[in-house]
């Protein structure tokens, strides 16, 4: 079992950084993929990124653009996400989630909810204009 607690949302302008954090818990967190999805409202969930457990290979949504980067620390079970140059549109409800599935690959099981059996409570990340 996995427990996901994410911090570090709350409300910017267009333009300036976050940067979210996501403690999980449990002994075997090195095992696991780690990787965050977001919903606005009235939106579905969708993907944002994706770091593999040795943190040698990351994935991101392509809106991220080069605007985010997803890293983890595997000796504190954090695992963050850093977002630069934010947009109104980036606005949502930020979800850590972990999945230990074996083998990740290709795009469309990264970015399906299915794949991930542990997420978060969220955190809200507001941009304003």
């Known amino acids: 079992q996995v427990q996901l607690v994410e911090s570090g949302g709350g409300l910017v302008q267009a333009g300036d950084s976050l940067r979210l954090s996501c403690a999980a818990s449990g002994r075997t967190f090195s095992s696991y993929h780690m990787g965050w999805f977001r919903q606005a409202p009235g939106k579905e969930r969708e993907f944002v990124a994706v770091?593999?457990?040795?943190?040698?290979?990351?994935y991101y949504a392509d809106f991220v653009a080069g605007r985010f980067t997803i890293s983890r620390d595997n000796t504190k079970n954090t695992v963050y996400l850093q977002m630069n140059n934010l947009k109104p549109e980036d606005t949502a409800v930020y979800y850590c989630v972990a999945t230990n599935a074996r083998p990740l690959q290709g795009m469309a099981v990264m970015q399906s909810h299915r794949t991930y059996d542990y997420w978060g409570q969220g955190t809200q990340v507001t941009v304003s204009s």
């Open positions: 770091i593999v457990w040795s943190g040698i290979s990351r």
